[in-house]
């Protein structure tokens, strides 16, 4: 999409939420920079809510202002590498994220700084790189004990016994994957096949051991880690499994 297209669904996006959810935002600024990561990682920015306090004779000691913006650049470099890109739902999901850090400003909450930290540690298990085992409590609690971290969705689940396979619930239906063969005290199942639906999102199932569990010892095991493998597995359709 070019820049011109996108700046026209970029501002007719904004003119669709309500004016109530867009109070204190001063408007929208779609700029064609590409914002890449500070640190030099390969991580593009797709939009900012830059927010800033003043005193305010008429509004109480402080009012928050704010100020969307919307790299094109970046969404042009996702686009390049994914030949998927949905461009319309990328732009509504930046939009609305960054709206959302704007209203919790004025709430003085800090939900999203956590769904932000979950976003941060995932990229970093994708990348390779350390990251907090689990990152994913942080993000967005959904029914079923599922969490979303951005279009992710996770679910944990206590390691089972030998013999067992994990089983878990998804679309309505009843699902399986065959456990790790290492032992570890958590791991990462990511489902990269067998779910029903042309594109679902990213499904990671996280197994934690009952005993040794990481969070139970890490007060007690200074500078220890907890080990953890990273696995890819196929989903099958398994109508009542139990384990």
Known sequence: MDFQSFDRRAREAWDRIPAEYRAGVDGLTVSRERRRDPDGRDLYTLGECLTESYPSEWEGPETLRSRLVLYHGSFRVLAGRDPE?????????TLTHELRHHLESLAAEDALEGVDYAAEHEFRRFDGDDFEPFYFRSGEPLEGGWYAVERSRYLELEW?????????????????????????DIAFLDIVAGLPGSSPPPVTLVLVRRRGRWEALKGLLAGSRPAVVE???????APGADG
Do not use: M, N, Q
């Open 85 to 93: 890109f949905d461009w319309e739902e990328e732009l509504w999901e």
């Open 160 to 184: 089972p016994e030998k013999g067992h396979v994990v089983a878990f619930a998804w679309d309505g239906g009843t699902y399986a994957v065959a456990p790790p063969d290492e032992r570890a």
């Open 231 to 237: 696995l890819e597995r196929e989903a099958r359709a």
